[in-house]
């Protein structure tokens, strides 16, 4: 009797979108990244093609040439064998019914309690609670982009999305398990250690939306995480480092009798004013928080994605504060642009955005900024 050739979860994932409908390697992508299939499956651009070779190695699929639209060169578009439908089905159907928690860091964390100081867990698994937080919201940002979309796509983001809130919940419960954790009260009030914080937050509130403006900023220390890739793809990464790091240094400093406001999250952005024409995968960015002076060092939540500390130098800025989606922004842009221009003014440094919004909601803001100087 012939056996069914096993499949790595992968192979399973691009053998399925194959299925579904005959794609060639760069629709395989798009589709990946609309649907997040990256949050559970590791799937890399480079990848799609290796697996797509295995795959019509081993039968699964075909693939032929088919002209480009456009100038561009001819693409193979790839093709679900009767063998290929077989094996997906079999493996498809078996992932359904067999659970599986391989490959969870999360598990060997708590069989690691027993050594670990619970104030120390505490700011740990708080950290993940954050973490959580923020793939629910981009996931629930994804699942609005793409809707309205198939049933069974649908299906994949209600799962993702249900079961990150079942974690929180969870985990969330379990903090408050954790015996003698609670630091005993300071005599001393807490210390607000960014005043920068609230003047930002001021000038923020004062903003009117699409009206620029010149202001004075004063130089900022940043936690930091560098990327060179599609936001889409580097986010889920760069959020959950960036966040453990800077919750681990509020509960350090909460602990010590101080505290400080953690501001919205920012980016730069380096690809300069031709940005349209530079592919997203090529994208580099420096995506931060700021942070009270005077800090040195952080938390590394994931070694894979460092933070640094970094001091952002400002002054004169041009700003606008944008509402409405990431990809409307272009106009928005364009006028803050203009109005640099009246100013007697030329840009002096990167795109920078400050996304005041969760992820998600019906109406975001961002403010837009550069720093300026006098034109020569």
């Known amino acids: ?44 651009f480079s990848s799609i093609y290796y697996v797509l070779n295995r795959l019509e190695k081993a039968g699964l ?57 619970p104030d120390a867990v505490v700011e740990a698994l708080r950290a993940y609670v954050a973490a959580l937080d923020h793939r629910r919201d981009s996931l629930e940002a994804r699942r609005a982009a793409a809707s309205p979309a198939p049933w069974f796509v649908d299906a994949l983001f209600d799962y993702g999305i249900e079961s990150l809130r079942a974690e929180r919940a969870w985990v969330s419960a379990f903090i408050d398990r954790i015996p003698d954790h609670s630091p005993a009260p300071s005599p001393e009030p807490e210390v607000d250690t960014m005043p920068a914080a609230a003047a930002s937050a001021a000038r923020l509130s004062r903003m009117k939306p699409f009206v620029p403006e010149i ?25 959950p480092a960036l966040y453990g790091a800077v919750y681990g ?18 980016a730069r952005w380096f690809a300069g004013t031709g940005w349209q024409s530079v592919p997203r995968g090529e994208w580099t960015a420096a995506w931060a928080i700021p942070v009270p002076e005077g800090t040195t060092d952080l938390v590394q939540k994931d070694p894979s994605t460092p933070v640094s500390v970094e001091t952002w130098e400002y002054g004169d800025v041009a700003q606008v504060l ?3 989606s990431y990809a409307d922004e272009e106009p928005t842009i364009r006028t803050l642009h203009a109005f640099i221009a009246e100013q007697g003014l ?31």
């Open 1 to 44: 009797m012939a056996t069914t050739p096993p499949v790595t979860n992968a192979e399973l994932a691009i053998l399925g979108l194959v299925v579904e409908q005959p794609r060639h390697g760069y629709e395989i992508e798009q589709v990946i990244t609309e649907r997040g299939m990256r949050d559970w499956t590791e799937i890399g």
């Open 346 to 376: 030329e840009i002096d440094g990167p795109h920078e955005e400050v996304y005041l919004s969760r992820p998600g909601v019906a109406h975001p803001k961002t403010i837009v900024r550069y720093r300026v100087r006098r034109r020569a």
């Open 249 to 266: 240094l509020k509960f350090a400093l909460k602990k010590a009798g101080a505290d400080f406001r953690i501001e919205p999250p920012c």
């Open 61 to 117: 699929v075909t693939s032929s040439a088919t002209p480009s639209q456009g100038r561009g060169p001819a693409r193979r578009v790839h093709t679900a064998t009767a063998a290929g439908h077989a094996t997906w089905r079999i493996a498809a159907l078996r992932a359904l019914a067999i659970p599986t928690v391989a490959g969870r860091p999360f598990l060997l964390g708590l069989g690691s309690l027993a050594g670990l100081p």
């Open 322 to 324: 944008h509402v409405g």
């Open 215 to 239: 202001a004075e900023l004063p130089s900022r220390t940043m936690a930091v995480v560098h990327t060179t890739g599609d936001p889409n793809e580097v986010g889920p990464r760069v959020f």
